[in-house]
């Protein structure tokens, strides 16, 4: 949840004021769909930590989260870049971006539950 709260933030921020819109690269429409996919990754890849998935389902998921943090660490740039009222949103993608790679550590990290094959 600590990833999809600032990332539903951004969105909703970017959906209403220009500002954050501007200062994206992708523009309000682009910023909105790749807050929302972000979010989505951040929850399936907690829902694998948890659950403790094995193999190369694991590692793929792993790889997923990281390069959603590398685009989050790549929207907090563009971000901060525009400064203004933008920085607020910079701050939670920020958040997101460190978030986003714990989730992937922790997946890397987690105990499957239950009998091993």
Avoid at 53 to 78: D, E, N, Q, Y
Avoid at 92 to 115: C, D, E, K, N, W
């Amino acid at each position: 949840m600590t990833a999809v709260i600032p990332l539903a933030s951004v969105a909703v921020a970017s959906a209403g004021f220009d500002q954050v819109a501007d200062a994206s690269p992708v523009g309000r429409p682009g910023t909105v769909l790749a807050c929302a996919v972000l979010a989505v990754v951040a929850l399936a890849g907690t829902v694998l930590a948890w659950r403790g998935t094995v193999g190369s389902t694991r590692t793929i998921a792993a790889a997923v989260l990281f390069l959603a943090a590398a685009v989050a660490a790549a929207l907090t740039v563009f971000l901060l870049i525009a400064a203004g009222s933008a920085l607020g949103a910079a701050s939670l993608t920020a958040l997101a971006t460190v978030s986003l790679a714990m989730i992937g550590r922790a997946l890397l990290q987690a105990a499957p539950h239950g009998p091993q094959r």
